[in-house]
Nanobody, 122 residues
Framework: QVQLVESGGGLVQAGGSLRLSCTVSGRTMSTYAMAWFRQAPGKEREFVSAITWSGRDTLYADSVKGRFTVSRDDAKNTLYLSMNSLKPEDTAVYYC???????????????WGQGTQVTVSS
């Protein structure tokens, strides 16, 4: 059974930075394409970023492009999301997800973490 555990969330002022981590256990992370999603209060969960198995290809939502960077370290079975120039509208619970099919990853990935809260104060 694959388990994903996020960490690194917290409270930060607008303009600040955070780095989220997602540790994969139960199976080697290199098997999966990985993604980040977020869900703000009262809103639906939305796609944030994805990274392919090799790490060479990445994808970002327009709202975070240029501010967020996704990366992976398969030796550590860990996915990262570096978030810079944070805005109050980035406040959400952030989830990592994994799937071995890229098309499914952006919609209904097989595996989810439990989420980590990010709060950006103005």
């Amino acid at each position: 059974q694959v388990q994903l555990v996020e960490s690194g969330g917290g409270l930060v002022q607008a303009g600040g930075s955070l780095r989220l981590s997602c540790t994969v256990s139960g199976r080697t992370m290199s098997t999966y394409a990985m993604a980040w999603f977020r869900q703000a209060p009262g809103k639906e969960r939305e796609f944030v970023s994805a990274i392919t198995w090799s790490g060479r290809d990445t994808l970002y939502a327009d709202s975070v492009k240029g501010r967020f960077t996704v990366s992976r370290d398969d030796a550590k079975n860990t996915l990262y999301l570096s978030m810079n120039s944070l805005k109050p509208e980035d406040t959400a619970v952030y989830y990592c997800a994994a799937d071995n099919e890229l098309n499914r990853l952006r919609a209904t990935p097989d595996y989810w973490g439990q989420g980590t809260q990010v709060t950006v104060s103005s």
